[in-house]
Nanobody
Framework: QVQLAESGGGLVQAGGSLRLSCAAS????????MGWFRQAPGKEREFVAA????????YFGDFVKGRFTISRDNAKRTVYLQMNSLKPEDTAIYYC?????????????????WGHGTQVTVSS
């Protein structure tokens, strides 16, 4: 059973930074792509970032505009989301997810394992 545990969320002022972490267990971490999604109150879940098994290929949601980076440490079985220049509209619960292929995937339906999420709140 794959388990994903996010951490690193919190309250930050606009313009600040946070680094989210997602620790994975239950299967060979380095074989699979990983992703981050977010969901704000009253809104649909939104793609944030994805990374392939090697860390070479990454994709980002259009709203990111160079502010976020995604990376992974296969030895630590952890994927990271570094978020800079945060805006109040980035406030949401951020979810880590994985799927059954080695590649980076943008669509949520491709993902079959999800963490419980970590709250990110950006104050103005």
């Amino acid at each position: 059973q794959v388990q994903l545990a996010e951490s690193g969320g919190g309250l930050v002022q606009a313009g600040g930074s946070l680094r989210l972490s997602c620790a994975a267990s239950g299967r060979t971490f380095s074989d699979y792509g990983m992703g981050w999604f977010r969901q704000a109150p009253g809104k649909e879940r939104e793609f944030v970032a994805a990374i392939d098994w090697s860390g070479v290929t990454t994709y980002f949601g259009d709203f990111v505009k160079g502010r976020f980076t995604i990376s992974r440490d296969n030895a630590k079985r952890t994927v990271y989301l570094q978020m800079n220049s945060l805006k109040p509209e980035d406030t949401a619960i951020y979810y880590c997810a994985t799927h059954g292929t080695a590649w980076a995937q943008r669509v949520s339906v491709a993902y079959d394992y999800w963490g419980h999420g970590t709250q990110v709140t950006v104050s103005s």
